[in-house]
């Protein structure tokens, strides 16, 4: 079976998927697993179950893929489930075969990153299904693991939610500091506009606001795409909304979890963003047993 999520070679950044490999391995592998290398025949040929050990959402898949043909081409990969799947304890969601050393040299590069992927994604799709039928998106944060933010940013992606910007270049994103630094809402948005015209570029700006005056003042000056309002009380947030009235876009953000997340649902606001999908998520448990 293959997967039925395509995955992208590169994240928006440009950064190579292919070269985060090598350079995982690199660190893992050094000159040399030499635990297989000493202790397994170089012409020892096996076979590997990659199993999910608790249900959850699996993600990760194609890069697991990806890892084991890069330790050995030669390796033979069948995937039994698709990305994003619902999957339950026991599942067998990948079978490999090949020398044995090159799956031992694989195991634990494929595993950190599917585990976590997958404890995203699981995530992620708890905080959809517990919005369902309000219309809001739940979407991702910047709130990532450095050089490994593609994969948690597709992994929100195969749990049912939305990609916020990926970085600092895809959007203009004026947060509290920068209102602040800027010397309040107006000053900032209008070097903002100012900056994409002078630049030529074509970027959505957002600003977060963090109280109803705050979002007057935005709504006086407009020039912006989304409003963020951050750390409402769901009370704050619906008369908000209401002020808004459809003029711009707008997102909750702050604290929220899954036993609050629903009453900010249905305040009508149309995005919410949680950085804990991508910093306080738990690893879904996931192991590979080579067989004898």
């Known amino acids: 079976m293959t997967p039925t999520t395509p995955f992208p070679d590169t994240s928006p950044s440009g950064l190579s998927i292919p070269d985060f490999i090598r350079q995982a391995l690199a ?14 025949p170089a012409d020892k040929q096996g076979k590997a179950l990659v199993r999910v050990k608790q249900d959850g959402i699996i993600a990760g898949l194609v890069l697991a893929d990806q890892i084991l043909n890069t330790v050995d081409p030669t390796v033979i990969v069948k995937v039994l489930s698709n990305e994003g799947q619902s999957v339950s304890n026991g599942t067998v969601v990948m079978e490999v075969e090949g020398a044995v050393r090159s799956l031992l040299m694989a195991e634990r590069l494929l595993l950190n990153c599917m585990q976590r992927m997958s404890g995203i994604a699981t995530m992620t799709r708890q905080f ?22 593609l994969f948690e940013k597709w992994a929100v992606l195969l749990g049912g939610g939305q990609n916020h910007r990926f970085g600092l270049f895809d959007m203009i994103l004026i947060k509290d500091n920068h209102v602040d630094a800027a010397g309040g809402i107006r ?14 570029r074509q970027l959505p700006i957002e600003i977060e606001t963090r109280n109803a005056a705050e979002v ?11 409003i963020m309002l951050d750390n409402f009380t769901t009370t704050d947030l619906q008369a908000a909304v209401a002020r808004i009235a459809g003029r711009f876009e707008t997102e909750a953000s702050g604290g929220i979890n899954l036993q609050t997340v629903r009453g900010f649902a249905e305040t009508g606001v149309q995005f919410i963003s949680v950085g804990a999908l991508t910093h306080s998520y738990r690893s879904l448990d996931i192991s590979m047993k080579i067989l004898r």
């Not at 660190?27 to 397994?40: N, Q």
């Open 187 to 200: 000053p900032a948005i209008r070097r903002a506009n100012d900056y994409l015209r002078s630049t030529g």
């Open 216 to 226: 007057e003042e935005v709504l006086a000056e407009g020039n912006v795409q989304r």
């Open 27 to 40: 660190e893992d592998i050094g000159d040399g697993d030499h635990t297989s290398l000493s202790t397994i």
């Open 128 to 149: 959809v299904e517990a919005v369902a039928g309000t219309g809001a998106i739940i979407v991702d944060t910047r709130k990532t693991t450095p050089n490994f933010r």
